[in-house]
Structures are given as C-alpha cells and as structure tokens.
T-cell receptor, first 117, second 117 residues
Framework: AQKITQTQPGMFVQEKEAVTLDCTYD???????LFWYKQPSSGEMIFLIY??????QNATEGRYSLNFQKARKSANLVISASQLGDSAMYFC??????????????FGKGTKLTVNP | EAEVAQSPRYKITEKSQAVAFWCDPI?????LYWYRQILGQGPELLVQ????????DSQLPKDRFSAERLKGVDSTLKIQPAELGDSAMYLC???????????????FGPGTRLTVL
C-alpha cells in the first residue's frame, strides 16, 4: 500500500484564488512528520511547510497552511492568494522512524498546479 | 545562503557506460541523502549517510550503483554500467538534525538530470 497518496495529478486555479492540494497518508507509527515540497521546472525541491503528528495546531507559513486531520490521516496543503509563480509540482512527504536509523522521506506522486492569469 | 551543491546538472551517456555524480552538502550537515526521481514520480531514497557511514541503502541497486562519503562531507554516487531505466533526476539532500527529532528539514540540491541513450 502506498504510504502517501496524492489523488490530484493536476490542478488549475485562477490567480489570487485559494487552492487545496490533497494528501492522505498511511502509517502505524504514533510519531511522524508531514512535509510539503514545491518543485519548479528547474528541478530543485523547495521546502514549504511541516506538520508534526503531535502538533495540535495546523501549521502555517505565510500563504501556505496545512489542514491536518489526524483521524482521517490527511494533510492537505492550502495555498491562499495564488500567484503565477506558484505554478509547479507539489509533493507531500512523510517521515517516520524517529528512534534512529533511516530518516528517509517517503514522497507521493505529486500534483501539478497551474495558476492561470 | 548555504546551499547543497551538485554537479553536473545534466549528464547524457550511453548505456553500459559509467557515470558519477557529486554532492556537497550544507556545511555542518551530518546527514546526506541521495534520491532518485523518475519522471512523473516523487523522489525515492537510494542511500542515506550519517557522517561517513551508510544508514540506509536498502533501495540502492548494489549490482550497479555505489555511493561513498569518505570524509563525511561531500559524496559521490556512481552507476556502472548505466542502463536505459536509470534515466532520472538524481537529487542530493542534507539535514542538520538527526534521529530523535520529528522535525528534520532536508535541504535539496538542484539535482543531476541523467539521460541514458
């Protein structure tokens, strides 16, 4: 079973509008972290926002917020006031295993966001 | 601002040839990761180093791939011989905080885009 599921291969939004990118995850760990990265066409992965499994409040970073619903195992990214420069691939990722050993991020397949003028 | 450096940015090679990629993490980052990203997919971890030691190489095709981080600083990923299916983006990342912390932001380099003909 996939650990990270992003069901939206592509999304379109009008400039200045808000958009929600979906992410669901699967883990049996109690302690884990959820990340969102942006990947422009240049290829570099840019960190956007982080949510820890024990964080009681939803994370926010500027125009980015994370709608964390732990019981539903979802961690949707909300981008407010979309800008043309937001057009990119967006990846949801999860980190498990804080007790040592591998600390890899497991990524979803991504959502391609296009912001229209 | 400190960045993860990778070279080359682009590499075209013929199958059965050897290729090597280099990564220089952010100064002071003890943990280094190599990810492979196939077109249309999210990155997948190939190998993780903690200083000069391999922590996780479970997804590294060891018959043709090798990775080293001899002095615990920069790292080289080698493929020999290259196959058509190795065409992908190879991303290097580094992080400062190690095990025991739920928040462990990984900083990514610009990647090396490999094309095998």
């Amino acid at each position: 079973a996939q650990k990270i599921t992003q069901t939206q291969p592509g999304m379109f939004v009008q400039e200045k509008e808000a958009v929600t990118l979906d992410c669901t995850y699967d883990t049996s760990d109690q302690s884990y972290g959820l990340f969102w990265y942006k990947q422009p066409s240049s290829g570099e992965m840019i960190f956007l926002i982080y949510q820890g499994s024990y964080d009681e409040q939803n994370a926010t970073e500027g125009r980015y917020s994370l709608n964390f619903q732990k019981a539903r195992k979802s961690a949707n990214l909300v981008i407010s006031a979309s800008q043309l420069g937001d057009s990119a691939m967006y990846f949801c990722a999860m980190r498990e295993g804080f007790s040592g050993g591998s600390e890899k991020l497991v990524f979803g397949k991504g959502t391609k966001l296009t912001v229209n003028p | 601002e400190a960045e993860v450096a990778q070279s080359p940015r682009y590499k075209i090679t013929e199958k059965s040839q050897a290729v090597a990629f280099w990564c220089d993490p952010i100064s002071g980052h003890a943990t280094l990761y190599w990810y492979r990203q196939i077109l249309g997919q999210g990155p997948e971890l190939l190998v993780q180093f903690q200083d000069e030691s391999v922590v996780d190489d479970s997804q590294l095709p060891k018959d043709r791939f090798s990775a080293e981080r001899l002095k615990g600083v920069d790292s080289t990923l080698k493929i020999q011989p290259a196959e058509l299916g190795d065409s992908a983006m190879y991303l290097c990342a580094s992080s400062l905080v190690t095990s025991g912390s739920s928040y462990n932001e990984q900083f990514f380099g610009p990647g090396t885009r490999l094309t095998v003909l």
